[in-house]
């Protein structure tokens, strides 16, 4: 049995680690302006950044049916007796909805999986499944190993401003700090797979050092070890103090520190710090 591994490009995995994990990503479409870009081949964060701090508009597509379709067929025909796609929340990117269809379409087994997350957390669920298909595991285990990553992974954003996630639609039920909280720097998380916010904060040094402490909570209620991964966009000063402060707390050499991918930048905004933790 081979069991092969798809992602989305929001899942913020780097082409060596896709690589080394075998785990094949289907791009997400950015479009700045009247130009489309495609994610992981010709776009950057700093564009994204530098578009929306000159007011250019950004937006971001899913990947196509056919994409989806063009991807499973030459897994199949590669050798590949099931494939495990993996991708971002529903409630958030209709990107799955993409790879269902594409699944009903394709003469094999597709087994479509919700991460219920959003970036590096939905890249660890990859991982994990991929992990777990290489070590020989039956392809039930295998689901079974990439939904429970999901379930174990935490993500806790600072963001500088709403408005981003106000445009694209996506701010969920954080939509109660629209308006005249715009001014607030929230912290938010996923519950569900859904966007929502966890504290209102007034000045950026207090939200960085909430999400510090948030970050350290969360670490105390996991047994045994874990992933842990910063990321920004356009803020690598703070994003590297974030770092440093868990690093020292944790009693770890370093935490990895990132610039987040073009399409999640798009509706995150520029100044926005992200922590993703696991257990493992």
Do not use: C, W
């Not at 056919?66 to 971002?88: C, K, M, N, P, Q």
């Not at 993409?98 to 660890?124: E, M, P």
């Not at 995150?268 to 993703?276: A, C, E, F, Q, Y």
């Amino acid at each position: 049995m081979t069991i092969a591994i798809v992602t989305d490009s929001t899942a913020s995995l780097s082409v060596a680690d896709a690589h080394e994990l075998g785990i094949h990503v289907v791009p997400v479409s950015v479009v700045i302006g009247a130009k489309v870009y495609t994610e992981g081949v010709d776009v950057t964060s700093e564009m994204i950044a530098t578009a929306l701090g000159s007011f250019t508009p950004v937006s971001t597509s899913r990947p196509s049916i056919e994409t989806f379709e063009a991807v499973y067929r030459s897994l199949f025909t590669a050798g590949a007796t099931d494939i495990i796609s993996v991708h971002v929340s529903g409630k958030i990117s209709g990107t799955i909805d993409s790879a269902k269809v594409a699944a009903t379409r394709v003469a094999g087994a597709v087994h479509v999986i919700d991460s219920k997350q959003v970036g590096l957390a939905t890249g660890y669920a990859a991982g994990r499944a991929a992990r777990a298909a290489a070590d020989g595991r039956p392809v039930d285990e295998v689901i079974a190993a990439t939904l429970n990553e999901g379930k174990v992974s935490a993500v806790l954003a600072y963001v500088d401003s709403l408005e981003y996630l106000r445009r694209g639609g996506r701010i969920g039920t954080a939509a109660a700090l629209i308006g005249s909280a715009l001014s607030v720097k929230p912290i938010l998380t996923l519950e569900d797979g859904e966007v929502t916010p966890l504290e209102k904060v007034r000045t950026s040094s207090r939200a960085l050092s909430r999400l510090v402490a948030l970050t350290l909570e969360k670490a105390s209620e996991i047994e045994g070890e874990f992933d842990l991964g910063v990321q920004h966009l356009g803020a690598l000063e703070p994003a590297t103090s974030v770092a440093k402060r868990l690093a020292e707390a944790l009693g770890r050499e370093s935490v990895p520190i990132d610039e987040v991918g073009a399409s999640l930048g798009a509706h995150l905004g520029p100044g926005m710090i992200g922590v993703t933790i696991a257990a493992r």
